[in-house]
Structure formats: C-alpha cells, structure tokens
DNA sequence: TACTAACCTGTACG
DNA sequence: ACGTACAGGTTAG
C-alpha cells in the first residue's frame, strides 16, 4: 500500500486495451472515467480527479503480493508478470465500460476509441480541467434518448441498436450495476447476459474491469490464440469460435488452474502477447 | 445443442 | 491505385 505508487506502470496500464478514452499530454496522462475526468502523473505519482473524488482507478487497495502468488502457477505466467511488473487492473465507471466493450465487438483498438470519442462530444457534457476541454462520457438516460441515427453518426455500425437498447435497459433501471457488484460471479454474468450485444467476453470485461470480478476472464481471439500456443491442449481450445456452452466449460478450466484471481493473470498474458505481435494501443 | 454466416466501418496490406 | 481481408464478438438461423 505504501510503495504501491512506485510499483505501479502508468503507461503500460492505460496501454493494455482496458481502456480507451485516455490521451498523454507531455508526462501526463488524462483519461474519462464516466462522468468524471481523471489526471495521472507517473513520477512522481500523482492522481486528480475533476470531481475532486479519491478514486483507487488502479485498485492500490489489492493485495498484489497474494494475487501475484496465486496466479503464479505457469513458467508463461511468472514470465508475463516479471515483464510488466508494473502492469496493474483497472477499476472503472461500469457504464462507460459496458457501452466500451460493447463498441469493441468485431473491432480494433484505434476504431474503438474513435467511435466513443465521438459518443462523448455529440452526448457527454463538456468541462474545463488543468486548462484543457473534455467530453466526458454520456450518461444512460443521454444515450438511451439518443435516436438511432445520431449514433450510427458516430461510426459505431451495427453496434449502435446495441448501444441504444442497453442503455434503455441501464437507465430505466432493468439493470442495476450496484446491485450486479455485490452480485456473485454467475448472477451477475446472467443479467449482462440479458442485454443486447453482450455476449461472454463482454460480460466478463465489464465485470473484470468495473464489477469486482476479478474471477472474470475475457475469451477473445487473442486469449483463444495465447491458450493454444503457450498451454496445448490443457483447455480443449480447438475450435476457432467458441460455443456459449464451450465459453462456460472454458472458464471452468481457467479458474481451475489460474485460481479465483484469474482476471489479473488474463491481463498480463494479454499484454504480453499483443506486445509481442506489435499491434496498437492508445 | 452445435455450428455458420452476416454484420458496420476503418485501416493495413497485396 | 484499388480491392480484399481483418479487427478484443454477437446474433439470428
């Protein structure tokens, strides 16, 4: 807790396809969190939010020292942590992170983040923060009263009936992200489940990233490809796409050997492999 | 139940 | 140049 601001990597964790909406200016890096604003500073570490909220957006109050333990089970593991030691999971606005995720469906980092950006200036409210305009993200009741055309305006594709029937589903209350947090995992995935656009990896990156699961586990194509090439045949990854019943079997087996901290194993593979194959980020 | 194609939209390759 | 493939998946059949 105390050396936890020297421990932790800025750059390599706005840099690790959690998020989206962050931009560095000189050694500065400004991301929006929801409805807020957020300013970090790697040294000497510092974090201000617009709110003036006390946010742990790097979730400084995890026992990293027994989460690292319990996810060290593999030599593929050991090696990604002692790569990106520094690498830390985020803990964000469960909104902006669902419509996010859902926007990254069948897509690429750099459209992702040019289809929200936009979302942002044509929905979000715009504030004055350390001398620079943001669009900070829009709220359910904005996007849920948003016209179909208007979001289709912003590049998002077939994704914007997503988008729209989600957020109707958030803002009149169907669904309840509080209530999802102190859900348990399975109760919690189910509700996701429900919305429009959201099928298991999504889920288990909002869950992950803004729900406390950290027993959640993206399964996407890159995951699919690091569970082949470094753990063959350990968990039946054959197939190229993988079934609603094989997503549920899959994750079985990866809290089996990752252990009830899975997510934070997920993200240094994740990392480590896209890295490796030099694709983009932010 | 298990598997396939279709799907918006940029951009990276050939 | 200009077409084609592919990108953090989900959904409808």
Not at 27 to 52: A, L, M, R, Y
Not at 76 to 88: D, E, F, N, Q, S
Request: charge should be positive; aromatic fraction near 12%.
């Amino acid at each position: 807790m105390t050396d936890f601001h020297t421990s932790v990597n800025v750059y390599e964790t706005i840099n690790s396809g959690q998020v989206f909406l962050w931009e560095n200016y000189k050694n500065t890096w400004f991301g929006i969190d929801g409805h807020d604003v957020i300013c970090v500073k790697q040294e000497p570490f510092e974090i201000i939010t617009f709110s003036k909220e006390i946010k742990d957006f790097f979730r400084d109050n995890d026992n990293l020292k027994k989460i690292l333990k319990s996810i060290s089970h593999d030599k593929t593991v050991k090696k990604a942590i002692k790569h990106y030691p520094g690498l830390r999971l985020t803990r964000q606005e469960p909104f902006q992170c669902c419509i996010s995720f859902i926007v990254s469906a069948n897509s690429n980092i750099p459209n992702i983040k040019t289809g929200l950006q936009k979302l942002c200036r044509k929905f979000g409210t715009r504030v004055q923060f350390k001398k620079r305009e943001f669009s900070v993200f829009p709220r359910p009741n904005s996007l849920a009263n948003a016209t179909l055309h208007d979001l289709q305006s912003c590049g998002l594709g077939y994704r914007s009936k997503y988008v729209l029937d989600t957020s109707r589903a958030i803002a009149s209350g169907e669904i309840d992200f509080d209530e999802l947090k102190r859900s348990d995992y399975q109760t919690s995935r189910e509700s996701l489940l429900k919305l429009p656009g959201i099928g298991g990896k999504v889920a288990d990156c909002v869950m992950l990233f803004s729900l406390e699961k950290l027993e959640a586990f993206p399964l996407d194509t890159w995951i699919t490809r690091i569970l082949e090439k470094y753990y063959p045949n350990k968990f039946c990854m054959n197939k190229k796409t993988i079934s609603k019943n094989g997503y549920e079997k899959i994750h079985q087996l990866i809290l089996d050997h990752f252990g009830n901290f899975a997510g934070y194993s997920q993200q240094f593979l994740f990392k480590m492999e896209r890295d490796l194959n030099e694709k983009k980020w932010l």
